[in-house]
């Protein structure tokens, strides 16, 4: 299982660079499955915000879709022009993330400067989550 690593945060970087090359507040998700492949993924942003989805929506349906766990995720956004800050999963993604267990890594902005990361386990992000006394 590969860990979350400066890898993973350049290859999230690296796609919302090719996909969004100009503009601010853009996003996007990469995370790796249990055999090390990347995926990647970000959202369109619709009129009616209502139907928004998280960056890490399609990395999570390919996943599933190709049947392969997922061990480790990422969020960027950028908020200007080269500067590229940490997300961390919001609760809907953490949920979604559940999915394959607690020990998913998450990468978390530092306190101090979220453009620097840190990894947290959806255990550790979520020590109370409402579905454990159910889980195998």
């Not at 055999?35 to 915000?49: M, Q, R, Y």
């Not at 979604?96 to 453009?115: C, H, K, M, S, Y």
Request: proline residues 7%.
């Amino acid at each position: 299982m590969p860990p979350l690593d400066q890898k993973l945060i350049d290859a999230a970087i690296g796609f919302l660079a090719e996909r969004f090359p100009q503009g601010h507040f853009q996003g996007a998700a990469a995370m790796y499955t249990a055999d090390g492949e990347i995926l990647v993924s970000t959202a369109p942003g619709f009129e009616n915000t209502a139907v928004d989805l998280c960056h890490e929506t399609g990395a999570i349906c390919d996943a599933f879709a190709k049947n392969k766990p997922i061990t480790a995720s990422v969020c960027v956004t950028r908020e200007e022009p080269g500067v590229y800050a940490i997300v961390a999963a919001c609760g809907v993604c953490q949920e979604r993330l559940w999915f394959w267990g607690g020990d998913v890594e998450i990468a978390v902005p530092q306190d101090d400067d979220n453009t620097k990361w840190r990894a947290v386990r959806l255990h550790d992000m979520a020590p109370h989550y409402w579905r454990k006394p159910y889980m195998k």
